[in-house]
């Protein structure tokens, strides 16, 4: 089952795993977000306290509590975050680019770390099943249609 003690687990095999030279500075928290169409998880640091180190929040999309997601999506998931945090985005490190995204750093952190082939199946299966799970699982509310007000303008000659 994909509960919350599950998806710390798979933070700690991701680093574990791939981000082992990236020193964890402050308390980092993994939690499930809302359930989302386009976002698949985010970072972001968690409010400041008197006298401790501010906390990193990462995010995964709650769809992905469903065990029909494949597990390397969460993966794949969890290192894109954890990039962000190892090139100071959210973190207590030194930021290495302006942008998060900037000339690809992503991507080219994770191939670097050898998850090219998990990011490929994220973007293959994304590709193929995403929307008709998200449409299935998640579906648009039909908004109400309101009647269009006209004023009366008056014009004075």
Same mark, same amino acid.
Request: charged letters at 30%; hydrophobic letters at 35%.
């Given at each position: 089952?994909?509960?919350? $003690?599950?998806?710390?687990?798979? =933070?700690?095999?991701?680093?574990? @795993?791939?981000? &082992?030279?990236?020193?964890?500075?402050? /308390?980092?928290?993994?939690?499930?977000?809302?359930?989302?169409?386009?976002?698949?998880?985010?970072?972001?640091?968690?409010?400041?306290?008197?006298?401790?180190?501010?906390?990193?929040?990462?995010?995964?999309?709650?769809?992905?509590?469903?065990?029909?997601?494949?597990?390397?999506?969460?993966? $794949?998931?969890?290192?894109?975050? =954890?990039?962000?945090?190892?090139? @100071?985005?959210? &973190?207590?490190?030194?930021?290495?680019? /302006?942008?998060?995204?900037?000339?690809?750093?992503?991507?080219?952190?994770?191939?670097?770390?050898?998850?090219?082939?998990?990011?490929?199946?994220?973007?293959?299966?994304?590709?193929?099943?995403?929307?008709?799970?998200?449409?299935?699982?998640?579906?648009?509310?039909?908004?109400?249609?309101?009647?269009?007000?006209?004023?009366?303008?008056?014009?004075?000659?």
């Amino acid at each position: 089952m994909r509960d919350d $003690a599950w998806l710390f687990l798979k =933070l700690d095999e991701v680093w574990d @795993g791939h981000f &082992s030279d990236v020193p964890q500075l402050n /308390d980092v928290k993994i939690v499930w977000g809302r359930k989302a169409r386009n976002r698949l998880g985010s970072i972001k640091q968690g409010e400041r306290r008197l006298g401790s180190p501010v906390e990193t929040i990462i995010t995964i999309n709650s769809l992905f509590k469903d065990e029909e997601i494949p597990e390397f999506i969460v993966t $794949a998931t969890i290192a894109h975050e =954890l990039a962000h945090y190892a090139h @100071g985005f959210h &973190s207590p490190l030194a930021k290495k680019y /302006d942008h998060p995204h900037a000339g690809g750093a992503v991507n080219k952190e994770l191939a670097k770390r050898g998850l090219e082939e998990s990011m490929r199946e994220q973007k293959k299966w994304l590709k193929t099943y995403w929307k008709d799970y998200v449409n299935e699982h998640l579906p648009r509310k039909q908004g109400v249609k309101r009647k269009v007000r006209r004023k009366l303008i008056i014009k004075w000659i």
